[in-house]
């Protein structure tokens, strides 16, 4: 009887897992083994050069830089999204008229590509010159047109980048925390009600979020992970024909540019993604203990 | 249950249109002679794609399929060369000295025998190690100042050929409407590359093999053109990059700095009304400069018909001269690789054309093969800083230099 | 005054949602209104609100434009977002509840192996996947572009943790009637847990439209170009032309809304009933 079972475990697990082992963890080990070698152009490295490509890319300003922005990033677009689409499922949830028009409205983006929405960020609102939909706005105020992705101080172009991901990604996380609401036991409301709690500040800080706690744990681990894979709209936004500005370059993008460009340096980039799944490990593993992710309740 | 059923029939027929398109790649096996495939960077100019390929169906010892590949070739050739399916004969803006040194390119120096001195010096060297020849240059390219003479001269200002002119004539020509200055969208750093460095009388990489601009002459040139940037001459985050006219033509900016291949198009709009200058000098030992550069054929060293590979390429970039002056002057604009061919073009006789030739001639300089990918995003990213973010220009430079350095030792070991 | 107050506090809110939806609309206003303009309209230093003109022009322009198969590119989107749909589901709801339900000692260590997978970044095992997929002789085709991505350990745990919440006592029934684990499930299962499907389905399919550096560096031939790799050819050319650009961009997104409009009902059921949260 328990071999039967080992043995269906396997029809039904097995075709997944050896796919997974194949395309995730066969590269995976690859790549591991590529960061002790001298791999310039070439994926079958013969010189051994132990830790040498670690030390290189630790010491390399650029790609610390790049480290320190992608920490930076997250740790702003991560709150501000949670807040923005708490706050757009909130009102939408106690609209009473055109509900489902405003749901579509604000769920629509996450339909969009990155590279659909870095084209109208980029090329239509804000491009530099005074045919853009912000520079446009600007001179009806008297204002002198901006240009928004090349100026470094201030920095705009954390402003496009960030308004980009908040457009793409809001709604899909609004859909989340309706449904959480949707949950929500009205009687919790009744009771408080009675209690004499008036809605709004009272009710959401004691009722509404604490049965949300379920839903805002998935939402704050899925952001993270999304902001860790950023490289779309920065790609599609900075980049150019001649390569990438020195500021808002994400790990991801410098290590395209490191190891899948002309420079093909394949060693030093691979060391460089085991430091960066180091750092994403520690951080993951680090706000699951502080979401104290184990104990929320898998009821599904 | 019954949409388990047709999601699993579905599944099967997706299965079954994959491995029908699976093997459609455009190469293989199949037909009669034996197949090339050759891969170009799309040129914008109508009618390229059309002449290549008229080219390659006239070779009669093998059947070659022309590629014609948008978006980023050099990334994409650099990839494909790292597996079995990519390109037999290619174009390449290099070999860069790691695809040499790995051994992905073949060596070509005898498909040049006796023509040799026929192909322009400046263009051939960077494709050359060791006294070997690893590309055949196809044609010249170089980049120029293009400005707007009726915009100069009503704000009373002289054609820039100094640096500080420049500098000067671009803050004068702005106004609300108008920048005085296009050097891409990101402030020059990209586009100008070494140019400035070479204005100011520094190479890259010396010809004995060290970096050429470490001295605070070189930073000072560079700290120049941060100024473009504070005085905001200069023309930021348009739609159309450098490399498109636009911005020019429709009156966003007074002076661009864009490529030969622009020419034709300007002329066609703009008439007499414009003029054309090499990148300023700068400083005593300075003098005026554009970048020369040039596409050449390559054979992968992964080709399954090495000879053949070689053979069209000794054929249709050094036997079929008519093919090769149709292919520079016909279509777009471009300066022929070979010195016989470029005399006698008459389209590059008179008028600003001519003046571009006299440039790429006198002041035209080519990136050396030193000049290693890692070493050209350390000193892009230095000029970058410098430029817009108005960092210390030695101090940038120093670590640029530092990284170049490192780049020169490790492929010169 | 009570209720004034809470009144005003409706309307401030309506209003609020309303500039708000406003601005959410506005790029698809923009990808219309270029998409449908003369270049000049676009460049034109006035804003004109909409093309006095409209070209729809624009629209056969692009699908005869000879250096970007365009017609080939969203083919090659839906046949690869289909697929990948399909396969996606298959491969990751049989795992899911083979992990939930049957018993097996090692279960949990193939779970927590496959749950870890979802720490590793992309850019980890990028290259070394590249070079696999061109030894199995991948690169340009549409077994490269699916096949790679068809293991989604995401997927896998949504459905794990849902099955887990799956009622024991329809299963039952299904195992008096005689019926082993492979019939159960499609007999029983799936059935039961199409918004789930529908839910995982959607995702998975705007994410496989949607992909971009898999397709850029895998498909790179012309005939294996995913829309959203013949998009951003557009931008990088030498030469942009920006009504052909926003018009592109425009067509490459309608059939997803449209899509997007019809399940949005069942993403929003299936979101509700699975474990995502």
Redesign the interface.
Known sequence: MRRHRTLWFWVFVGPFACGLALFTYVPLLWSVGLSFFDAHNTVTPTHFTGLDNYAAMLRDAAFRDSLKTFLLFTAFIVPVTYGFSLALALMVNRVRWARAFFRSVFFLPAACSYVVAALIWKMSIFNGVRFGLANTVLGWFGGDPVAWLSTTDPPWYWLVIVTVRLWLQAGFYMILFLAGLQRIDPALYEAAAVDGARPGWTVLRHITLPQLRGTSVAVLLLLVVNAFQAFDEFYNLLSDARGYPPYARPPLVYLYYTALGQGQNLGLGSAGAVILALVIAVVTVAQARWLRLGRTDGDG | ?T??RR??L??GA??G???A??????RGGGGSGPRLSQWYH???EPGT?RAVQRYAAAFRKADVSV??????Y???T????????GPDVFEVD?P?L??I??G?VLDLTDLLAGVKDDFNPAVLAPKTHEGRIYGIPQVIDTQLLYYRKSLLRDAGVEPPTTLDALVDAARALTD??TKGLFL????G???L?GTPLYAAGFPLVTDDGRVGFDDPAAARTLGKLHRLYADKSL???????W??P??FL?G?TAMQWSGL?ALPQIKRELGDDFGVLPFPADGDRGRPAVPVGAYGAAVSARSRHKDLAKAYVKWLWVERTDYQKDFALSYGFHIPARRSLATEAAALREGPAADVVRFTTDHGYAQPLLW???GQ??Y??AL??II???ADPERELR?AVRKVAEEIARVGA | MDDALVRAGRALRLALLAALALLFLVPFYLLVRNGLADERDITSPEWTFFPADVRWGNVRELFQDPSVPFARSLLNSALIAVATTLGTLLLASLAGYGLARIPYRHANKVFYGILGTLLVPAAVTFVPSFVLVSSLGWISTLRGLIVPTLFSAFACFVFRQYFLGFPRELEDAAQVDGLGYWRTYWRVVVPNSRPVFAAVGTIVFLGAWNSFLWPLVIGQDQSAWTVQVALSSFTTAQVVRLHELFVAAAVSILPLLLVFLCFQRWIVAGVERSGID
């Open positions: 249950m949409i388990s999601t699993l579905a599944a997706g299965a249109l994959l491995t398109c699976g093997s459609n790649t455009g799309q040129y914008g794609e590629q014609w590949r948008p978006g980023n050099d990334q994409q650099a990839a494909a060369l790292l597996t079995d399916s290099g860069t790691d695809q040194r790995g992905q609300r409407k891409g969208n990101d402030g750093a990209g586009v590359g023309l930021l985050g348009a739609p159309a990059d490399s498109d636009s911005a429709q966003l291949w290693t990918p890692a995003t350390a892009q990213d970058s800083r817009k973010g108005g670590a």
